[in-house]
């Protein structure tokens, strides 16, 4: 079973800029894509940002394209999402997916349990 653990969430003014982390088990990286997501109060969990296992490859949501972005370390065992210029609307509750194919549809077989964000104005 793969295990994602999510940190680095926390309150941050308007402006700002905040770093979240997906610790993921091994392996994971070799047979997995890995996205964030979030949900906000009142409405439903949204993509995000991913990250394709083998090429690398990046996809943001219209909404976080230009200030947000993510990666991965070299180990391939922690994948981040840099968050920049962040609004009071980006306040939600983060999570790292883990998806096995994703040539049909956008349905992650694994989640994190979420790290809070929270910004300020």
């Known amino acids: 079973q793969v295990q994602l653990v999510e940190s680095g969430g926390g309150l941050v003014q308007a402006g700002g800029s905040l770093r979240l982390s997906c610790a993921a088990s091994?392996?994971?990286?070799?047979?997995?894509?890995i996205g964030w997501f979030r949900q906000a109060p009142g409405k439903e969990r949204a993509f995000v940002a991913a990250?394709?296992?083998?090429?690398?490859?990046?996809f943001y949501a219209a909404s976080v394209k230009g200030r947000f972005t993510i990666s991965r370390d070299s180990a391939e065992n922690t994948v981040y999402l840099q968050m920049n210029s962040l609004k009071f609307e980006d306040t939600a509750v983060y999570y790292c997916a883990a998806q096995r194919d994703t040539r049909v549809a956008v349905t992650p077989d694994y989640w994190g349990q979420g790290t809070q964000v929270t910004v300020s104005s």
């Open positions: 091994e392996h994971t990286f070799n047979n997995y894509a």
């Open positions: 990250i394709n296992r083998s090429d690398g490859r990046t």
